[in-house]
């Protein structure tokens, strides 16, 4: 017999920890993981509801009921709802029972795979309609549901999840779309800065060098100068010698040159 309260499932918390590189942590590096994480967790999580679900399905236990709702996890698209306006008699009864709660133990340990830090949004989406269906199962085990209505109800909970789904992974698919578009910007913006900067030393080097031959200029000029014969000065004209002697009472000089 099922509990007057909707199954629920509970969500752990831990303090998993997760240490990136040490250098050059970025932005990006840190939505990857976030998104490598949200995918691998979220892909495990649901491949355990699905394979539990499965195990479900083919279970013997529940064999009277497969003409009346289906076992496992609705196909995509789900059958139409059968026009089926009877209740579960008391064996049926015992039988949605003990199916709502396998079907709870499915959730829960789908709940328990991946990692437990964080639970993906994916993963959020499908344990929320599984508590949905659970309560209209013991809605339906209560006998206030036909079949015909539980089947209905349950596809509309299945059209709510796939829209939920759908606009989930248009959300993911938008986020990723922009994390690839910085990621493109970023590069090209390294790329430019390498340019300029690479421009900019082969504009030093280019000035070094000019600024190298113009000293090496300079310098052979000053040797070449140092070299280059000096003209003879002209020597100044010769100056005329005087003799004097005394002639008598006269002194007589005469000049003549050296």
Same mark, same amino acid.
């Given at each position: 017999m099922l509990s007057s309260g909707t199954p629920a499932v509970e969500r752990s918390q831990s303090s998993v920890q997760l240490h990136p590189p040490s250098s050059r942590v970025t932005v990006r590096w840190l939505a990857a993981l976030a998104l490598a994480c949200l995918a691998q967790a979220g892909q495990a999580q649901q491949d355990e509801l699905s394979e539990c679900l499965g195990r479900l399905a083919a279970d013997a236990r529940f064999a009277p009921l497969a003409g009346r709702i289906v076992l496992g996890t609705l196909p995509d698209p789900p059958p139409p709802a059968a026009i089926d306006t009877g209740y579960p008699d008391a064996a049926q009864q015992k039988l949605v029972g003990a199916w709502a709660a396998a079907r709870t133990e499915c959730v829960k340990a789908a709940a328990r795979v991946g990692n437990a830090m964080y639970r993906p949004p994916l993963v959020t989406i499908g344990? $929320?309609?599984?508590?949905? &269906?659970?309560?209209?199962?013991?809605?339906? @085990?209560?006998?206030?549901?036909?079949?015909?209505?539980?089947?209905?109800?349950? &596809?509309?909970?299945?059209?709510? *999840?796939?829209?939920?789904?759908? =606009?989930?992974?248009?959300?993911?698919?938008? *986020?990723?779309? &922009? @994390? %690839?578009? =910085?990621?493109? @910007?970023?590069? $090209?913006? $390294?790329? &430019?800065?390498? $340019?300029? %900067?690479?421009?900019?030393?082969?504009?030093?080097?280019?000035?070094?060098?000019a600024a190298q031959a113009q000293a090496q200029a300079t310098q052979a000029q000053r040797r070449l100068e140092e070299q280059r014969p000096r003209p003879y000065s002209k020597l100044p004209p010769p100056r005329p010698v005087r003799d004097c002697f005394r002639f008598e009472n006269r002194v007589i000089c005469t000049s003549a040159p050296r």
């Open positions: 344990i $929320e309609a599984e508590n949905r &269906l659970l309560a209209a199962a013991e809605v339906l @085990h209560n006998r206030k549901l036909s079949w015909g209505e539980f089947n209905r109800e349950r &596809l509309v909970i299945a059209e709510a *999840q796939r829209a939920r789904i759908a =606009a989930l992974r248009q959300r993911s698919e938008a *986020q990723r779309s &922009l @994390h %690839e578009q =910085a990621d493109r @910007h970023a590069r $090209e913006r $390294e790329q &430019l800065q390498r $340019e300029v %900067e690479e421009a900019e030393r082969q504009a030093n080097a280019a000035r070094a060098q």
